[in-house]
C-alpha cells in the first residue's frame, strides 16, 4: 500500500534472503567531477536483481567499514540534461565529488520519474504545465500512485556487494525505513544538500511537505 508520508514497509513475505542477487561484472571507469579532474570508479553490474533492470553499482575505494552510500533513482532529464525541473542532476554531481574524495557506494537505479518512467513523467510534466498540479497530484492525476520506487533491488545490491552495514546519505526517510525492512543495517542517516533554485523550488517544497522528504528550507524561503 502506497501513501504519501511515512515509510513502506516490503511486502509481507519478503525475505531479502530469498531474493539473492550476485555480481555480475566489475570494470574500471574513468569518471569526470565538477572541478574537471578525473577519477577512477568501479562500475558493477548485477545478476539475478527481482525487478530484471540494469541497475548498476558506482563504487569510490573507502577504508571505512561502514561505507557511505547513495540511493539514486535515474533521473535522465536532470542527471544528463540537467534539467532545472528538479534537483536530481546537482545531487547526482555532489555525491560523485563528495565519494570521489572520500569514497562511497552510489546504487543508481533505473527508476525513472519515482518509478513511473521517462514517458509518464514527461507526460505528468505536461500536465503540471497545462493544469498547474505539483508533482504528486500531476502523478494522481495519470492514476499513478505518489512514488512507486522500491528499493528491494538496492538491498539487494548492498548484500551482493557485501555491505550488510550502511551510513546513507538521504533525504528520504522512505528509503531509509525500505532498507531496513529489507535487512540492510542504515547505522546513520546523512543528509544531502538542499540544490534550491529557482525554476525548482516548487517542486522541493512539495517533495517536503508531500514526499515526506527532511528538506530543511520550509522556513525560509522554499
Ligand atoms: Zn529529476
Not at 125 to 149: K, M
Not at 151 to 165: E, I, N, S, T
Not at 179 to 191: K, M, S, T
Amino acid at each position: 500500500m502506497l501513501s504519501t508520508s511515512g515509510s513502506k514497509m516490503p511486502p509481507a513475505g519478503t525475505s531479502p534472503l530469498t531474493t539473492e542477487a550476485a555480481i555480475r561484472t566489475r570494470v574500471e571507469v574513468p569518471v569526470n567531477l565538477s572541478d574537471g579532474s578525473w577519477r577512477t570508479a568501479e562500475m558493477i553490474s548485477f545478476s539475478g536483481l527481482a525487478d530484471g533492470r540494469e541497475h548498476i553499482a558506482v563504487v569510490f575505494p573507502s577504508a571505512r567499514s561502514v561505507p557511505l552510500v547513495r540511493v539514486h533513482s535515474e533521473c535522465l532529464t536532470g542527471d544528463v540534461f540537467g534539467s532545472a525541473r528538479c534537483d536530481c542532476g546537482p545531487q547526482l554531481t555532489e555525491v560523485v565529488d563528495l565519494f570521489a574524495e572520500s569514497g562511497g557506494i552510489l546504487l543508481y537505479l533505473r527508476q525513472e520519474g519515482r518509478g513511473i518512467g521517462l514517458y509518464n513523467k514527461l507526460d505528468a510534466y505536461r500536465v503540471q504545465d497545462d493544469q498547474g498540479l505539483d508533482t504528486f497530484a500531476a502523478n494522481r492525476e495519470l492514476n499513478f500512485s505518489d512514488d512507486l520506487r522500491d528499493y528491494l533491488v538496492a538491498a539487494q545490491m548492498l548484500r551482493a556487494l557485501d555491505v550488510p552495514r550502511i551510513r546513507l546519505r538521504t533525504n528520504n526517510p522512505d528509503k531509509v525505513g525500505q532498507l531496513r525492512g529489507y535487512g540492510i543495517g542504515v547505522e546513520e542517516v546523512i543528509p544531502t544538500g538542499i540544490h534550491r533554485t529557482e525554476r525548482n523550488h516548487d517542486y522541493l517544497r512539495v517533495k517536503a511537505e508531500q514526499g515526506g522528504h527532511t528538506i530543511e528550507l520550509l522556513g525560509e524561503s522554499i
